[in-house]
């Protein structure tokens, strides 16, 4: 086709411009009703806060609105179109039914400012999740303000620091298995602490000789994930618990794994003192590109008094809000917490209620049916039984020059989503692959297909993997670039550095 | 169950396949005494019939049917359906974190546009692809403000937000960061002579918000240039988002920590929401939160990917920038949507909409017997009134006619007793002002 | 392949000593290591460093690794033109790539390091070490 012909193909290959670009005066996607009281002098009440115009805005109609942003959304993969084998993501299958009941007139609607006794049907959506996920992980109390995991991690190792406090001591240092998610570490420093790592063993599980020797009476607590990022079951888990509580140091549990555990075991029955769950993980509430998420806290009764402010508690036959306690660490976040992303994963609870072992069975049989189906083609670092994930490692493919990166980016040839590359750190050349419960068996076996036709290639035609992926509308993006001379928003033609 | 995929025969093959005989075989590394022999004791299994039940009972339980004048960082604002239609697609709604660029190009293009509509809202150079909320953005600046000058004590407005004061109190105790509070004068505006005063070489930023708690709008430019004078950084916090339709940006703060809620966000009972930083690109490497770039791939073609993540704690680990991974994109994204079809002239039309309304509500108000305006300063859609007796009671007997008072301040401001904050947007409708007030004439005609 | 008139330390810098003044960078390995820089972080000119301490960081894309001060003194140039055109890192490490210079406390302390075959042997056996 000739140059001037602008559309030569589907919208999902072409390039769809920024809505800047499409943007002419006067346009309008949105329309206010009249204004039925006298229009205000806007000089005269702001003054000098009168603002001009806001330079560069958009001016779209409706339609173009709606083109643009669904033109972009089939550039993206998702949980509705496939398989995302993310280890330690949980990418389950996000139920419709939780989108239409969190916009229900009345649940959408409703400010947190307003009087509790007009809001108990909010309330006790609230008080039931608590009920419910204290039910699951076998502790005593929580909190369902912090917005995410990391801050739900924020918020647990302040309630250690306040804890070890009134005991007299803060302590000064969390130790950290080498396994661990970048957000320990991370929050382990903001909350005012040292970090310490603990070697994983030749099995991939904590060295608890390592860890015996490293807990002194300054550290505070150990962070751990269980089953850990090798998706196995510490085993000597109740363990690891007494030596730290026998020293006044606590556990603290990253609960991201919980896939494996709701409805088989619990961290509460095995010595953890305080835990998050990640709702967007175990809970299905949908990841929407990157969030919203809730990172819910749970506590052992010693650790009670030190939640933030407000606690969901019942009282005279209602649900309220108290502020008042005294031992609080404060808030960690304005209002009560993310209460639609609450809802959808008490949604999501109710949908299965006592069932929910059946998830976390059928998760556990598709990634054992997959690590049996690749062990052959793939190396597998560590022999110790998998529960919800297996990791892998790219050693056999390594020979040729094929990394863990390469293979990831293959996959998205056949149609998946890469599973998650290159953690954790103690395997190198890691591949972390978590299907989730929601895969069918057919789903599972076209994913061990497709993983083991990769194998072969990388073995026959490592090029050909080196430089994948090859139909994807845009192949792999300069990183560098991004980095080195960041473009980080728009800008019209007539300033400098203006984006196409 | 309707969301696992497997048939029994199928769960067979596979037990099969893996060599074993029963599920029950692949939880042996579980000790034998951690494993539940019962199910849990939880409610349900619901199916999709009785969990619309279920959220149509509670949903009948909260504030159906009652007018609200209620703000105070969460704004009720027209909201268009088209929203919805295009948060609900699949492919926004159930992808994941845009890590492999070449297949979220959808999520990284919208990311790019958010933070380009949030450059040209606060007049910075750059933003982020969303924190939490405003509470933790502006935390977030307040610490980014401590790397940068690396000084630790904080100038905070008592005008800010008494919750967001609350979240920055939580954080700043346990990183060693000093945080004095300055107060307020008639005008409602900060006190600028008591910032000057409190200003050292150890400040690493003032902070205040705009409009403020009580709605009044505060001179940034003034402020500015004080901070400037101990050269310490202006962190410039924004609760309310649709003011900036027409109140000028504040471009001479140095970052600024803004809740996007207004949006095209529903309140939800407190959240989910999205904050958003937004600096001068010389600080861009001290910010926190996901960034998207535009950049070229292996053909030269245009296109997006996250950068600069070695800010991030999945790399640095110990030393992040913050501990921050989620944020809020399905949030953003909403934003972004909304304000592609408010457009310019629509957000400025909204934006005069709440004045009008609010100057009407005052009006309506002041005409009331022992009802006055406490500030003087000016003031976008929310307002501080003095009541001749107790808000909370007056509050009460508004209920009665369902109505939702304003925010009774003296529990957080003890010497603003009889006070309460008023917000008013373009949803309240004229009958309903003119009813709020005749209710409050009505209720202080009564004994106390 | 590694210059003779440089000396190395373990942490992968060198060092080229003039009088009293060094020239500090990081080794092509170490850049063959973190791929392509995008960023560095050099210290203020004047800034006095201890043997060890860090001194700054250089990043690419999906990595950031601190540089560590080979010995104690006082920083009198920093390598601006990076900020800029960070790749210099990669195409001439031990040359136009250099960080900064500056004043050692004590210049014998420099023939202290690795001299070049010191270094390449230390580089061949971390290539044999499966756990490097």
Redesign the interface.
Same mark, same amino acid.
């Given at each position: 086709m000739s140059d001037r012909i602008k559309k030569a193909s589907r919208h999902t290959s072409q390039?769809?411009d920024?809505?800047?670009q499409k943007?002419a005066p006067g346009?309008?996607?949105?329309?206010?009703p009249p204004?039925?009281?006298?229009?205000?002098d806007?000089n005269a009440?702001?003054?000098?806060?009168?603002?001009d115009?806001?330079?560069?805005?958009?001016?779209?109609s409706?339609i173009e609105?709606?083109r643009?942003?669904?033109r972009?959304?089939?550039?993206?993969?998702?949980?509705?179109?496939g398989m995302?084998p993310?280890g330690s993501?949980t990418?389950?299958?996000?139920?419709r039914?939780n989108?239409?009941?969190?916009?229900?007139?009345?649940?959408?609607?409703?400010?947190?400012?307003?009087?509790q006794e007009?809001?108990?049907?909010?309330l006790?959506?609230l008080l039931?999740l608590q009920q419910?996920l204290l039910?699951?992980t076998g502790m005593d109390a929580a909190t369902l303000q912090p917005?995410?995991?990391?801050?739900g991690?924020?918020t647990g190792l302040?309630m250690i620091?306040a804890h070890l406090t009134s005991r007299g001591n803060p302590r000064k240092k969390v130790l950290i298995p080498d396994s661990a998610?970048?957000?320990n570490?991370?929050?382990?420093?903001?909350?005012?602490y040292e970090?310490e790592n603990i070697r994983s063993d030749s099995r991939g599980q904590l060295d608890v000789e390592h860890l015996k020797a490293a807990v002194h009476d300054d550290v505070a607590a150990l962070m751990v994930t269980n089953p850990s990022t090798l998706g196995?079951?510490e085993?000597r888990i109740?363990e690891i618990a007494g030596l730290l509580h026998e020293r006044g140091a606590l556990l603290y549990m990253d609960g991201a794994n919980m896939n494996a555990l709701a409805?088989?075991?619990?961290p509460g029955?095995?010595g953890v003192d305080v835990m998050h769950l990640n709702l967007?993980k175990t809970f299905s509430t949908?990841?929407?590109?990157?969030?919203?998420?809730?990172g819910p806290v749970l506590v052992k009764k010693h650790l009670e008094p030190f939640l933030?402010v407000p606690a969901i508690v019942e009282k005279n036959g209602q649900v309220a809000l108290e502020f008042h306690r005294p031992q609080s660490?404060?808030?960690?976040?304005?209002?009560?917490?993310?209460?639609?992303?609450l809802?959808r994963a008490l949604?999501y609870?109710?949908?299965?209620?006592?069932?929910?072992?059946?998830?976390t069975?059928?998760a556990?049989?598709?990634a054992?049916?997959i690590r049996?189906?690749l062990e052959d083609v793939y190396d597998l670092p560590y022999a110790?039984?998998s529960?919800h994930e297996v990791v892998f490692s790219d050693a056999r493919q390594k020979k040729f020059g094929v990394t863990t990166m390469d293979i990831?980016?293959r996959l998205?040839d056949y149609g998946f989503?890469?599973y998650t590359t290159a953690?954790p750190l103690i395997v190198p050349g890691a591949l972390m692959i978590e299907p989730t419960?929601?895969?069918?068996?057919e789903?599972?076996d076209l994913f061990v297909d497709a993983m083991r036709s990769i194998a072969e290639e990388a073995a026959t035609q490592p090029d050909l993997v080196k430089t994948a992926?090859h139909t994807?509308?845009?192949?792999?993006?300069?990183?560098?670039?991004?980095?080195?001379k960041?473009?980080?928003?728009?800008k019209p033609k007539s300033s400098s550095s203006a984006?196409? | 169950?309707?969301?696992?995929?497997?048939s029994p025969s199928?769960?067979r093959?596979?037990?099969d396949?893996?060599?074993?005989r029963s599920?029950d075989e692949?939880?042996?590394?579980?000790?034998e005494?951690?494993?539940?022999r019962g199910?849990?004791?939880?409610?349900?299994?619901?199916s999709?019939t009785e969990?619309?039940q279920?959220?149509?009972?509670?949903?009948?339980?909260?504030?159906?049917g009652?007018a609200?004048f209620?703000g105070?960082?969460?704004y009720?604002h027209?909201r268009?359906v088209?929203t919805?239609?295009?948060?609900?697609?699949?492919?926004?709604?159930?992808?994941?974190?845009?890590y492999?660029?070449?297949?979220?190009?959808?999520?990284l293009?919208?990311?790019?546009?958010f933070?380009?509509?949030m450059?040209?809202?606060t007049g910075q150079?750059?933003?982020n692809?969303?924190m939490?909320?405003?509470?933790?953005a502006t935390t977030e600046a307040v610490l980014m403000a401590e790397r940068l000058t690396g000084r630790h004590r904080v100038l905070v407005a008592r005008s800010l937000?008494p919750?967001?004061r609350?979240?920055l109190?939580?954080?700043a105790?346990?990183?060693?960061l000093k945080i004095e509070e300055i107060g307020f004068t008639r005008s409602g505006e900060i006190d600028s002579a008591a910032l000057a005063a409190a200003l050292d070489a150890d400040t690493a930023a003032v902070v205040v918000q705009s409009p403020n708690f009580f709605g009044v709008?505060e001179?940034l430019a003034q402020i500015a240039e004080i901070a400037r004078g101990a050269e310490a950084l202006l962190v410039t916090a924004i609760a309310e988002g649709v003011s900036?339709?027409?109140?000028?940006?504040p471009a001479e703060a140095d970052i600024v920590a803004m809740e996007a809620q207004s949006f095209g966000m529903?309140?939800?009972?407190?959240?989910?929401y999205?904050g958003v930083i937004a600096t001068r690109e010389k600080y861009?490497r001290q910010m926190p939160g996901?960034?998207?770039?535009?950049?070229?791939?292996?053909?030269g073609?245009?296109?997006?990917?996250l950068?600069?993540?070695?800010r991030?704690?999945?790399?640095?680990?110990?030393?992040?920038t913050?501990?921050?991974?989620?944020?809020?994109?399905?949030?953003a994204?909403a934003a972004a949507?909304?304000?592609?079809?408010?457009?310019?002239?629509?957000?400025?039309?909204?934006a005069?909409?709440n004045?009008?309304?609010?100057?009407?509500a005052l009006a309506e108000l002041e005409r009331i017997p022992g009802v006055r305006r406490v500030f003087s300063g000016?003031?976008?859609n929310e307002f501080t009134v003095q009541f001749p007796r107790s808000v909370r009671l007056i509050?009460a007997d508004l209920?009665r006619e369902k109505i939702?008072g304003p925010?009774p301040l003296g529990r957080s401001y003890p010497e603003l007793t009889k006070c309460g904050l008023v917000c008013v947007t373009?949803t309240t409708?004229?009958v309903e002002?003119e009813r709020f007030a005749s209710s409050v004439r009505t209720a202080l005609l009564q004994p106390v | 392949m590694y210059p003779s008139d440089l000396r190395y330390t373990k942490e992968h810098e060198w060092v080229r000593l003039q009088d009293v003044i060094a020239t500090v960078g990081i080794t092509d390995y170490a850049q063959e290591e973190l791929g392509?820089v995008?960023?560095v972080e050099l210290p203020k000119v004047g800034a006095k460093l201890k043997a060890g301490q860090s001194l700054g960081t250089v +990043?690419?894309?999906k990595a950031v690794s601190d540089i560590y001060c080979p010995v104690a003194g006082e920083v009198t140039e920093v390598n601006s033109a990076l900020s800029d055109t960070? +790749?210099t890192i990669n195409k001439d490490p031990h040359g136009q790539g250099w960080l900064i210079k500056m004043k050692v406390d004590d210049p014998a302390a420099v023939a202290g390091l690795m001299d070049a075959a010191a270094y390449q042997a230390f580089i061949s056996e971390k290539g044999k070490d499966v756990s490097a």
């Open positions: 390039n769809e920024l809505i800047f943007s346009k309008r996607g949105l329309e206010l204004l039925d009281v006298p229009p205000a806007v009440a702001l003054g000098d806060h009168a603002r115009g806001i330079e560069g805005f958009p001016e779209v409706e609105v709606i643009h942003f669904t972009l959304s089939t550039w993206n993969y998702a949980i509705d179109l995302y993310l993501c990418m389950k299958y996000n139920p039914v989108e239409f009941v969190a916009r229900l007139d009345g649940l959408a609607t409703e400010h947190p400012y307003q009087p007009l809001s108990q049907g909010c006790k959506i039931t419910c039910e699951i917005a995410a995991g990391a801050q991690e924020l302040l620091r998610h970048g957000t570490p991370a929050t382990a420093v903001i909350a005012g970090v196995t079951f085993p109740a409805g088989v075991a619990r029955d095995f967007h949908p990841h929407g590109g990157g969030g919203p998420g809730a933030p660490i404060g808030r960690v976040r304005a209002f009560v917490g993310n209460f639609g992303v809802l949604a609870t109710l949908a299965y209620g006592p069932g929910i072992r059946q998830a069975e059928d556990v049989v598709n054992n049916y049996r189906k110790s039984p529960l990831a980016k998205i989503h890469p953690f419960e929601s895969e069918s068996k789903e599972c992926p994807t509308r845009v192949g792999r993006l300069d990183e560098v670039t991004a980095a080195r960041p473009i980080l928003r728009w984006a196409d | 169950m309707r969301y696992l995929p497997k199928e769960r093959e596979m037990l396949a893996i060599g074993a599920v692949l939880f042996q590394s579980i000790p005494a951690l494993r539940l199910a849990l004791n939880l409610p349900g299994p619901m999709e969990l619309v279920f959220f149509r009972a509670r949903a009948s339980e909260n504030s159906g009652y609200s209620l105070a960082g969460v009720n027209i268009s088209v919805d239609t295009i948060l609900l697609r699949g492919e926004f709604l159930t992808s994941y974190t845009p492999q660029a070449e297949i979220s190009q959808g999520t293009q919208a990311i790019f546009e933070q380009t509509l450059c040209q809202l150079e750059v933003a692809a969303s939490y909320d405003g509470s933790t937000h919750e967001y609350e979240v109190a939580t954080y105790r346990n990183v060693g709008l001179p900036l339709g027409l109140v000028k940006p529903p309140p939800s009972y407190g959240g989910p999205a861009v996901r960034l998207a770039g535009q950049t070229t791939d292996n053909q073609r245009s296109g997006f990917c950068t600069l993540a070695t991030e704690q999945h790399i640095r680990r110990e030393k992040a913050s501990n921050i991974c989620t944020n809020q994109a399905l949030c994204l949507v909304h304000l592609c079809l408010l457009g310019k002239e629509g957000l400025r039309e909204m005069a909409q004045v009008a309304k609010a100057q009407f000016p003031v976008f509050n209920l939702i925010l373009e409708p004229r002002i | 392509d995008v960023y +990043e690419s894309v960070p +790749e």
